[in-house]
């Protein structure tokens, strides 16, 4: 294939270069003339190792091109990958000048072009605010080319490249998410992948944008981990290593997909009480943990964002039905539950709540369970139901944990609300 790369940083040359390495025709384009003669020239304009070498070997065969601009080349074109930086601006917000600038550039050009039998496909790999396609790259393209799917396609592919090893990860990465309009659009673009082994998610645009910023927020979000942890460690004359070794060696549910769902809050005996305790240990030792410390008022947020969600769908004096209550399936520990604080709120706002949990049916709550529950929901036996037909027609029902055998007999007209699966 023809392969144009708009945008010559870290990611457009090693793009280039493994394409070169693969066999296509590749032209660069920057608007940066020094970068453009270094890569005509075969020579990297980053430190990256293995792509000055490939780019001198695709000088050698001829099948590395260079240019100012992307105009004279398109309708040729099988493939434009989109590679320009998207800076921070003053506020914080990724700066998308560039790419609307190449994006006027490449809809000018298309709108000369004749239409072709096989459409080129404009490939956006630069990292992108979520929406961006929908709302930015779409409309500004359909104004000066017509909507995509007539002379033109599009697609989104983050990338997901460390600088230093870039070719390496091009070549093994660990999933390729390719956004599109409709499932199926961009065989062309796994055309590129066809000898790569690694999960391929097709997804919608927004939820491929959104992908590329989650991994790289939670990147940033373990080193932070790891250096509060150590800073404590540290302070105890423990060396952190040993610490984070142990905490590594449990791939089951530490480092694993174990806890990564979107869906209720944490709750029970050990999280909450474990975290005031890190924090509290950190406070008198005058270490600051603002990753960690977060953890409670970002749990407390989403309580509160739940309840919110749920009274978008009900009024005062609705009968909801609820779900459960402990704080997890097959257990009847109430404590710190968030389905408790859930509860306590929707009664506050007026509704005339239900309960259903087979953890507590037939149950006596004794210790510190029962002290919780008198605390918190001190008429908890006048709200619990023994079976869901002991409810008529309710309002909402809300899913609290999973309870496969319960839900089944769920009337299907019902509204419902599953926290488990948010």
């Known amino acids: 294939m023809k392969v144009i790369i708009c945008g010559l940083g870290y990611v ?102 004749e239409e072709r039998a096989e459409p080129p496909l404009i490939v956006y790999r630069s990292t992108m605010p979520p929406g961006t396609m929908e709302n930015t790259i779409i409309p500004a393209l359909t104004d000066l080319a017509g909507p995509p799917g007539g002379k033109y396609e599009i697609a989104f592919n983050p990338e997901f490249l460390r600088e230093s090893t870039a070719i390496a990860d091009y070549y093994a990465p660990a999933k390729i998410v390719i956004g599109e309009r409709e499932p199926g659009l961009s065989q062309q673009l796994r055309g590129l992948y066809a000898d790569i082994d690694a999960p391929i998610f097709e997804m919608e645009f927004t939820a491929a944008e959104m992908v590329k910023l989650t991994d790289n927020s939670f990147h940033a979000l373990k080193v932070a981990f790891a250096n509060e942890i150590g800073r404590i460690a540290l302070d105890l004359s423990v060396d952190p290593q040993n610490v984070i070794d142990a905490f590594l060696a449990d791939t089951r549910l530490n480092i694993s997909p174990a806890y990564f769902r979107p869906g209720g809050p944490f709750g029970g005996s050990c999280l909450p009480k474990d975290l005031r305790a890190v924090n509290a240990l950190a406070s008198s030792r005058g270490i600051q943990i603002p990753v960690i410390a977060s953890a409670l008022p970002s749990n407390a947020a989403h309580k ?28 009847d520990d109430l404590r710190e539950s968030p389905l408790i604080d859930l509860a306590e709120t929707l009664i506050g706002k007026g509704i005339d709540l239900r309960i259903f949990d087979p953890d507590l049916k037939g149950r006596t709550l004794i210790g510190a369970n029962l002290r919780f529950v008198e605390e918190h929901l001190p008429h908890l036996s006048r709200l619990l139901v023994e079976d869901i037909s002991d409810v008529e027609a309710p309002a909402l029902v809300i899913i609290g944990k999973p309870m496969k055998a319960v839900t089944e007999r769920l009337d299907p007209s019902l509204s419902v609300i599953n926290l488990s699966l948010l």
Request: proline share 3%; net charge negative; glycine share 10%.
């Open 12 to 113: 457009g040359v090693t793009a280039a270069a493994c394409l070169i390495k693969d066999g296509h025709q590749v032209v660069g384009i920057d608007v940066n003339e020094a970068k453009v003669a270094d890569v005509a020239a075969g020579r990297s304009p980053v430190s990256e190792p293995g792509v000055g070498d490939l780019l001198q070997q695709g000088v050698t065969e001829g099948r590395l091109e260079t240019s100012t601009s992307v105009t004279d080349h398109l309708a040729t074109a099988d493939m434009t990958l989109i590679c320009v930086g998207t800076p921070s601006d003053a506020s914080g917000n990724l700066e998308l000048g560039y790419i609307l600038a190449v994006t006027q550039e490449i809809g000018a050009a298309i709108a000369a072009m």
């Open 304 to 331: 509160s964002f739940l309840a919110d969600r749920v009274m978008q769908q009900a009024s005062p004096g609705d009968t909801i039905l609820l779900l459960g209550l402990s704080f997890k399936s097959d257990t």
